[in-house]
């Protein structure tokens, strides 16, 4: 057993007896705080600063072409923990869309049920083509459940543009051009 | 039981251990033997075709007993043990027999490194396709990237590029770059669907699968090369991008195609089934199957089926229905037609509600022609189970004009039709008429329209049961997806009209207790079999009473009937 | 004639109620506002009047600092749906709330809170009605507001406003004693044999011209203080209440105006408290200690003599506040035995103490 040590409580002075000088204390600082600056945010007119790294609500990106990242390899499917993700995966046409067919495939439907949605954001930690981010956005309100399923217009609205450092689908499709063909 | 031969054992020594094998068997087998999750690591090599020793992945370390050259004396150690003459060099797994003394080490560092080299020369021009690739989940090179890869690539050079998105037949997509050139798709090609289309053309890298000109991968198992690729390259056009395959539930299941019954698994998510593929059986069907029965899921899907209990066109409960059933089937004067495509079980229970009624059974063949591998004559997958149920003694005629004669004559009343269009089958639609019918089906259809009762059935997909195939082998299926809300599976409805005609409540509701009854009634059940005993791989029954039927089969991938009747005339042990 | 002399005192009367419950209404906004100053808070500033409140800089100002809140709060008491519990002995339950502010309002009669020389040179104190036993008639009128509480209590038939009413009860007596005890030395002071005061508030403020009695007799103001505290419920005596375990105490079962009485009763408590303890401790409308008051005996004098006297008030209800926002709660067991041991004990001892001095200095001074 772990030896227990006894410490003696200091007795109290007499002014201690009276609490007077403790009330005293307590009055200094609440006086003191009386004139220093408000911490409260007026919310709706005065918003936060939000990090880089802030886990807000899940949204898709597009590259710096406008081309959809996601090609719905379902895997932000699979990682979600609440199963919030629901991805209906789809091939591109290639006679419509000739300059995004090297791709292949891409999402039909991708819905993100925010009920479910923990904002862990393993969705984006595993996406292996950088579709997927939780951004800035934390206020969400909808009037009905229906609402508040994200679909795929809605999360290329939230998510918008993002810098794309690697752009592997063009490279591949210059490799397909000029590549060591045969 | 027929015996081939005495098998032959050698001993040989795999990672310090002595294991006994099949004379002949390679070292690929041998180290799956040994159990304990030991794998020698391989693409080309595949259990059901030929060596071809192309892809190099299985590389092991060999080593024989050490001989004096000149003596031919064992030579020893300090310790009086024979030593090992290591090979210098590491030696391929599929193409290597075990011979009597031999050592393998599956681990050494040499072994690893020539995996480790492999490896990344298999990945110097394989795209970085792994987010849209359908084989992502079930790829071997997926696989054996992550557990004997280098985890980088060295490659700075630019990588071939060829064609992707080749179509080579109507079910087959080709995605060259993907392609490791193990061959397995060649020369399943060649030996098994004896469709000679597929070959590489270029040389090294370059090296390019194709079609030969003017061919296409058409034939009826053109998807078992997407089975096994060992890579992406062979995708299925059905199934692609469909769902990736790690969310898919695997179900046994058997093949409804033929009375061959290969055995499939069916791959789901959420009630919706979305490939099947071939489950090793070496018995039935190696590990095979057709491309037509991997459609059949499909019907699932179509809009017509049958989904309420109705009497007369009202919506009732089961119950409700099967006591109706009942009630009509007292009234004598009743003809049933059963299925081969009903299970052992609703066999069983249709025997006895024909017992019960007095009702003569009539059954309806589906012959077809065979293609010799995977599609027997025999359209159904369960005629064998009405004969060994006692449901029927001869084989099936093709219509059912002997019931329509019997209608006309006003000897039968009352029509109980399992799962058959009997509009198409000899009686017609007015003559349908006369009588009163239970239906019990899957699909709306002219029969169910006119049908007093009408209860809904399940498909093989939504409920467990089991089947007798060509060879008098029982295989059970499972319930892979739930079927319509309230639809119960069919025995259940045939064992209730059963009960309400006997006027007993035999206390059941679960498959394995209907199979205490199943087990007694039927002679070539073992009493205590239950359906959850039946073995993954199958139980042969003894066909020796049927033996005399001429059945249709003549010869396929497993089955000879030449053969099949010399070995069972011979009582065992003979 | 006859009329004029009825019905100066009843619009005097009106007025003064008009007043105080302003005060009252606004001691909440300031409760609010100095207890978000303290923690950081912005506190109310969204309620706006219009007009008022739309007048460019000043509109702002006001908004911000929340003076338009007290009409939101009153008009919210007033609009919300009127609930009675279903198990509550309605009459009682109904009188509670108004037997708690009456005694608020009645003592404010002999409230002296300015004063006035009148045309005979005569310094008049400016009160409703200037009697000579007004300290006792504070002192009796007031401890009839523990009535209310007990009633809200006892009428709820609910467990926890039972418990805070017993509460509440218990303490106001126990703390009634010392806060007697406490205020005696003070009369014996300002009632000097041949003064003609007597117990009349104005006579203790007259008394205080030169030197406040906090000054004079710390002790008594210290008891007083507390004892005040205790009075009127507020933090750190707030058992009644208290609602980390009673939910909301007496008036758990209370909603809309009838919780808005309760509510204006006790700040107007509070403010009667405040004024008590100027009148008595602070000198009054005195201007401070040993100055001479500098305002002159015209109109003007006497309106300077009630807004210093207000001023102090004031200050005496933000310290109630502060207090309220520092301490925290006395759990009940030490509220008793800080009132029946050690504030009883203290003023008696006071008492004697101020008695043989006060003794001692008649006997040398002349």
Redesign the interface.
């Known amino acids: 057993m772990a030896k227990t040590k006894v410490i003696e409580r200091k007795p109290l002075t007499f002014a201690e007896k009276t609490f007077i000088p403790q009330i005293l204390t307590g009055l200094k600082t609440t006086g003191k705080t009386m004139f220093q600056k408000n911490i409260t945010l007026q919310y709706p007119d005065e918003r936060p600063s939000i990090p880089d790294n802030y886990r807000g609500v899940p949204t898709l990106v597009k590259d710096p072409n406008g081309r959809e990242k996601c090609v719905s390899c379902q895997l932000c499917e699979f990682v979600c923990p609440p199963k919030a993700i629901r991805i209906t995966p789809g091939e591109i046409d290639a006679e419509a869309e000739p300059d995004r067919a090297h791709v292949e495939k891409a999402p039909k439907e991708f819905d993100i049920n925010m009920l479910r949605c923990i904002y862990c954001g393993l969705c984006q930690e595993v996406c292996p083509e950088e579709a997927i981010f939780l951004q800035d956005v934390f206020s969400l309100s909808g009037y009905s459940r229906d609402e508040m399923v994200n679909n795929k217009q809605k999360l290329y609205e939230l998510g918008g543009t993002l810098p794309d450092k690697h752009y592997k689908w063009d490279k591949k499709k210059a490799a397909e051009e000029h590549g060591n063909a045969h | 039981m027929k015996v081939d031969s005495v098998v032959d054992y050698v001993t040989i020594n795999i990672d310090g251990e002595d294991v006994d094998v099949p004379k002949g068997t390679n070292i690929i087998e041998a180290v799956k033997m040994v159990g304990k999750g030991k794998e020698v690591p391989h693409y080309c090599y595949h259990p059901k075709l030929s060596i071809a020793g192309n892809c190099r992945m299985c590389m092991v370390e060999m080593g024989m007993p050490m001989r004096d050259r000149a003596t031919g004396e064992a030579v020893l150690d300090e310790n009086g043990v024979q030593k090992i003459g290591w090979m210098p060099k590491p030696t391929i797994g599929c193409a290597t027999n075990a011979a009597p003394g031999m050592h393998i080490r599956t681990n050494s560092e040499m072994v690893k490194e020539s995996r480790n080299g492999v490896t990344e020369f298999l990945l110097i021009n394989h ?2 396709d ?3 690739c359908d084989q ?1 989940g079930e790829c071997r090179l997926q696989e054996f990237s992550a557990e004997h890869g280098r985890g980088y690539s060295r490659f700075i050079e ?5 064609p ?2 080749t179509r080579l037949g109507s079910r087959v997509t080709l995605d060259d770059e993907r392609c490791i050139l193990c061959s397995r798709c060649i020369r399943f090609s060649k030996e098994i669907a004896k469709d000679d289309v597929l070959g590489f053309v ?1 040389r090294g890298t ?1 090296s ?1 699968l194709t079609c030969f000109p003017g061919k296409e991968l058409e034939n009826n198992y053109s998807l078992n090369t997407v089975d096994i690729c060992p890579v992406g390259a062979l995708t299925s056009t059905d199934f ?5 395959v ?2 898919l539930k695997r179900t046994h299941s058997i093949c409804t195609e033929s009375s061959v019954g290969a055995n499939t698994e069916i791959w789901s998510r959420e009630g919706k089934i979305y490939r099947i593929t071939p489950r090793r059986n070496d018995a039935v069907n190696d590990t095979w199957m057709t491309d037509s029965g991997r459609e059949l899921f499909k019907e699932v899907e179509v809009g017509d089926r049958l989904t309420h209990y109705t009497i007369d066109g009202v919506h009732k409960t089961s119950a409700e229905t099967a006591a109706a059933a009942a009630k009509l089937l007292k009234e004598g004067k009743v003809a049933i037609i059963a299925s081969p495509h009903s299970s052992v079980e609703e066999q069983f229970y249709c025997k006895a509600i024909a017992d019960r009624s007095e009702a003569t059974v009539s059954l309806v063949s589906h012959y077809g022609a065979t293609d010799g591998i995977l599609q027997s004559e025999d359209r159904s997958p369960n005629l064998r189970g009405a004969l060994v149920n006692g449901l029927v003694d001869q084989l099936p005629d093709a219509d059912l004009s002997a019931v329509a004669q019997q209608i006309e004559s006003g000897a039968v009343d009352t029509l109980l039709v399992v799962n058959e269009e009997v509009t198409q089958l000899g009686i017609s639609a007015e003559l349908l008429k006369k009588v009163k019918v239970i239906y019990i089906g899957l699909h709306a259809n002219v029969v169910s329209e006119d049908a007093a009762i009408v209860i809904p059935s399940l498909s093989v997909f939504e409920k467990d049961g089991s089947f007798i195939n060509q060879s008098f082998r029982l295989q059970r299926f499972k319930a892979a997806i739930p079927g319509p809300r309230g639809v119960l599976s069919d025995f259940m409805v045939l064992e209730h009209i059963a009960e309400a005609l006997a006027d007993e409540k035999i206390p059941s509701g679960s498959i394995d207790a209907a199979w205490e009854h199943i087990a007694k009634g039927v002679s070539q059940f073992d009493d205590s079999l239950r359906w959850r005993s039946i073995p993954e791989e199958g139980l042969e029954l003894d066909p020796t009473a049927f033996l005399d039927l001429p059945f249709v089969e003549t010869k396929n991938l497993k089955y000879d009937s030449a053969a099949f009747k010399e070995a069972h005339a011979t009582p065992a042990g003979a | 004639m006859d009329y004029i002399a009825i019905l100066l005192p009843i619009a005097f009367a009106l007025t003064m109620i008009s007043v105080f419950m302003g005060l009252c209404s606004y001691s909440v906004l300031a409760e609010r506002k100095v207890s978000s100053w303290i923690q950081g808070r912005v506190g109310p500033n969204r309620t706006r009047l219009p007009l008022i409140g739309h007048i460019p800089i000043l509109g702002n100002l006001l908004t911000g600092l929340g003076i338009f809140q007290p009409a939101a709060d009153g008009l919210k008491f007033l609009f919300k749906e009127e609930i009675t519990p279903g198990h509550v002995n309605k009459f009682y339950y109904y009188l509670a709330p108004v037997v708690a502010l009456a005694p608020a309002l009645t003592t404010m009669v002999v409230l002296p809170f300015g004063r006035y020389v009148d045309p005979s040179g005569v310094v008049q104190p400016l009160v409703l009605a200037n009697i000579e036993i007004g300290m006792l008639f504070i002192l009796g009128i007031s401890s009839l507001g523990v009535y209310g509480i007990v009633l809200a209590g006892w009428s709820s038939n609910s467990k926890y406003p039972f418990l805070g009413a017993i509460r509440s009860s218990a303490q106001m007596i126990s703390y009634e004693l010392a806060m007697g005890l406490a205020i005696l030395p003070v009369f014996m002071w300002s009632a000097a044999p041949g003064s003609e005061h007597g117990m009349s508030l104005f006579g203790v403020i007259e008394s205080q011209k030169t030197l406040w009695l906090v000054i004079w007799q710390p002790l008594s103001a210290l008891i007083f203080l507390v004892a005040v505290f205790a009075e009127t419920n507020r933090l750190p005596f707030d058992m009644a209440e208290s609602e980390t375990d009673l939910v909301g105490g007496f008036h758990t079962e209370y909603g809309c105006f009838k919780f808005g009485l309760f509510f204006v009763a006790e700040y107007a408590h509070v403010i009667m408290g405040s004024a008590l303890f100027v009148c008595l401790f602070l000198g009054g409308w005195n201007f401070l200690p040993g100055l001479a008051d500098p305002w002159s005996d015209n109109t003007f004098g006497a309106v300077l003599s009630v807004l210093w006297f207000m001023a102090k008030v004031f200050f005496m209800i933000f310290f109630f506040i502060w207090v309220r926002w520092t301490l925290p709660r006395f759990r009940y067991d030490q509220v008793m035995s800080l009132g029946w041991k050690i504030l009883l004990p203290l003023a008696i001892g006071n008492l004697v103490f101020n008695t043989l001095l006060i003794a001692a200095y008649d006997h040398f001074a002349q």
């Not at chain 2, 630019?158 to 060829?162: A, G, I, L, P, T």
């Not at chain 2, 692609?240 to 990736?244: E, H, I, L, P, V």
């Open positions: 795209p970085l792994c987010p849209i992502a630019q990588k071939n590029v060829k992707k998105r270029d370059y390019t692609r991008f469909k769902m990736r790690w969310f």
